[in-house]
């Protein structure tokens, strides 16, 4: 197997994203730029990325056929491999940099939180996306405890927070015709489907409301007022008006708000004045 095939165990852009929500944490809080600290999340979140594949492996024969997995182009056991060695390169990094007892407390909550998602949190109905939004918060207040003003990425992890738990709703939506068969027991699955899509626009709703509050606490400039209301805000909105009504239509909005996200953080990282 080669290392391309690997790397795509662990979402790469994702991983990417979650980077730059630790920075613009860091940034908003007026900590150092492209501080090394702000990878731990990544690496953390690689490992839930790889160990959900592990134990979802069945599941995404129908819902992600494409994956490394269901494919055939890796292993469950390769892919536990790659998860426990993401966690503890995070986990080094995270002790090495000499940071807050805060950032052990929040990457131990994240490990722990992603070894319990799947297959137990995320068969625990509106459990599981609520925990993957905390964790998409958690990553900006990552960021925001290495400065030295954190309180001031409060706001932007609300914000995260409430888009990624939209988002979290929408992939659920989107994966119940391989999640039902495969015995997963995920919100829609549960409850129907009408639960988690009002929470859907409930959540697309608080997002639409939190956008401009770094901007208007003065945290966040003209580059996040342009990107958030230009790109993330006419996303949200449309998940409130419109929300998907079956998986082609989840697929396509939980591809939309990961862009309402990027743009966020890409507003955030270009936009954040100093502490």
């Known amino acids: 197997m080669s290392a391309l095939t690997r790397l795509s165990i662990v979402r790469p852009l994702n991983l990417i994203a979650l980077w ?76 090495s940099q000499a940071l807050r007892a805060t950032h052990v407390a929040l990457y131990a909550i994240a490990a722990l939180s992603l070894y319990f998602y799947s297959p137990w949190l995320k068969n625990r109905g509106p459990l599981g996306p609520a925990v993957v939004a905390l964790l998409g918060g958690l990553a900006v207040l990552w960021g925001g405890w290495i400065g030295p003003a954190p309180a001031r990425s409060l706001a932007a992890a609300a914000l995260a927070s ?12 989107e994966d119940v015709a391989g999640d039902a068969p495969a015995g997963k027991g995920t919100w829609p699955v549960q409850a129907g489907e009408g639960p988690p899509r009002l929470a859907l626009r409930i959540a697309s709703a608080a997002g639409l409301l939190l956008i401009p509050i770094p901007w208007l606490l003065g945290h966040a400039g003209a580059w996040y007022l342009a990107l958030s209301l230009g790109v993330a805000a006419p996303i949200l909105a449309w998940c409130i008006v419109l929300p998907p009504l079956d998986a082609v239509a989840a697929r396509r909005t939980t591809r939309a708000l990961k862009v309402a996200l990027l743009a966020g953080v890409v507003g955030l990282w270009l936009g954040a004045t100093p502490a």
Do not use: M, Q
């Open 20 to 95: 730059g929500a630790a920075e613009a944490g860091a940034r908003l809080a007026g900590g150092p730029a492209l501080a090394p600290a702000s990878l731990a999340p990544a690496l953390a979140a690689a490992f839930g990325y790889a160990r959900n594949d592990a134990v979802d492996a069945a599941a995404d024969r129908t819902n992600r056929p494409d994956r490394p997995i269901p494919s055939g182009r890796l292993t469950a056991r390769s892919a536990h491999a790659v998860a426990w060695i993401c966690l503890a390169l995070g986990a080094a990094l995270t002790l």
């Open 162 to 173: 409430a888009v990624t738990f939209a988002r979290e709703c929408a992939k659920d939506l």
